[in-house]
Nanobody
Framework: QVQLVESGGGLVQPGGSLRLSCAAS????????MDWYRQAPGKQRELVAP???????NYADSAEGRFTISRDDAKNTVYLQMNSLKPEDTAVYYC??????????????????WGQGTQVTVSS
């Protein structure tokens, strides 16, 4: 079984910074793409930033120039550095990852996993 656990959320003033972390644990064979999503109250979940297994990145227009996604494969962890935060960045941030595991028979199973989310609130 695989778990994704996010951390680093909290309350920050406009213009401030936060660094989110998402650590994957379990019987992991390989991790492919890892992504950060967010969901604000009353809105649909949206993709903030993906990072491939080769560390290619992309950003939503709202995050471009302010957020940086990175990953540490030795730690099975993805990060989201968020700078110049705005009230409209307030949301629950979710980690998503495409992960392969190996079962008891040696078969490789690949599926998508979600973390439980971490709240980010930007307010004065």
């Amino acid at each position: 079984q695989v778990q994704l656990v996010e951390s680093g959320g909290g309350l920050v003033q406009p213009g401030g910074s936060l660094r989110l972390s998402c650590a994957a644990s379990g019987s992991i064979f390989s991790i492919y793409a890892m992504d950060w999503y967010r969901q604000a109250p009353g809105k649909q979940r949206e993709l903030v930033a993906p990072i491939t297994s080769g560390s290619s990145t992309n950003y939503a227009d709202s995050a471009e120039g302010r957020f940086t996604i990175s990953r540490d494969d030795a730690k099975n962890t993805v990060y989201l550095q968020m700078n110049s935060l705005k009230p409209e960045d307030t949301a629950v941030y979710y980690c998503n990852a495409d992960i392969a595991t190996e079962d008891f028979s040696g078969r490789i199973l690949r599926r998508n996993y979600w973390g439980q989310g971490t709240q980010v609130t930007v307010s004065s």
